[in-house]
Antibody
Framework: EEQLLESGGGLVQPGGSLRLSCAAS????????MSWVRQAPGKGLEWVSTISGSGTSTYYADSVKGRFTISRDNSKNTLYLQMNSLRADDTAVYYC??????????WGQGTLVTVSS | IQMTQSPSSVSASVGDRVTITCRAS??????LAWYQQKPGKAPKLLIYAASTLQSGAPSRFSGSGSGTDFTLTISSLQPEDFATYYC?????????FGQGTKVEI
């Protein structure tokens, strides 16, 4: 059974940093692109970032470009999101998702990031 | 590419046929997905490539359309279908979602 398990969320002050992790199992991790999608409280879904299976190509939403960095370790079947210069409007549940040709075919349970002083 | 769903909410009863539309601000061929999200849960992929049912999704869900106009239809609403539905374009980066349609009793 395919599983995605996010971790690393929590409360952080504005301007702070946080690194999210997503542990994958049940599929050949290195052959799939992976993505992060977030959802602010009571709001809709917002795509954040995508990384190719090899890790050589990355894509970002304008709202996070220059502040967030997506990466992966295929030897550990783990996806990461390094978040710097966090702002209040980054407060959201962050989901990692298995990405097949731009479709998010499987999602983790999400991890909550709260940016507040 | 901006994705616009309508309606933003719909009230329906068990057994009803429900239709949700999604319009893209420019042509996306059939690069469109539909997701279902229940409160406190992660979204689930229902339909991809505009009309292909994801493995495990009930056959009462169907999708159609191409270019800029798309439709998700639930042929006979079941109690477990009360949720919020999102469309998403996979044609280009940045990936974008519609604002969601809440299907309520």
């Amino acid at each position: 059974e395919e599983q995605l398990l996010e971790s690393g969320g929590g409360l952080v002050q504005p301007g702070g940093s946080l690194r999210l992790s997503c542990a994958a199992s049940g599929f050949t991790f290195s052959t799939y692109a992976m993505s992060w999608v977030r959802q602010a409280p009571g709001k809709g879904l917002e795509w954040v970032s995508t990384i190719s299976g090899s890790g050589t190509s990355t894509y970002y939403a304008d709202s996070v470009k220059g502040r967030f960095t997506i990466s992966r370790d295929n030897s550990k079947n783990t996806l990461y999101l390094q978040m710097n210069s966090l702002r209040a409007d980054d407060t959201a549940v962050y989901y990692c998702a298995k990405d097949r040709s731009g479709y998010f075919v499987n999602w983790g349970q999400g991890t909550l990031v709260t940016v507040s002083s | 590419i901006q994705m616009t769903q309508s309606p933003s909410s719909v009230s329906a009863s068990v057994g009803d046929r429900v239709t949700i539309t999604c319009r893209a601000s420019q042509g996306i061929s059939t690069w469109l997905a539909w997701y279902q999200q229940k409160p406190g849960k992660a979204p689930k992929l229902l339909i991809y490539a505009a009309s292909t049912l994801q493995s495990g999704a009930p056959s009462r869900f169907s999708g159609s359309g191409s270019g800029t106009d798309f439709t998700l239809t639930i042929s006979s609403l079941q109690p477990e279908d009360f949720a919020t539905y999102y469309c998403q374009q996979a044609n280009s980066f940045p990936r974008t979602f519609g604002q969601g349609t809440k299907v309520e009793i």
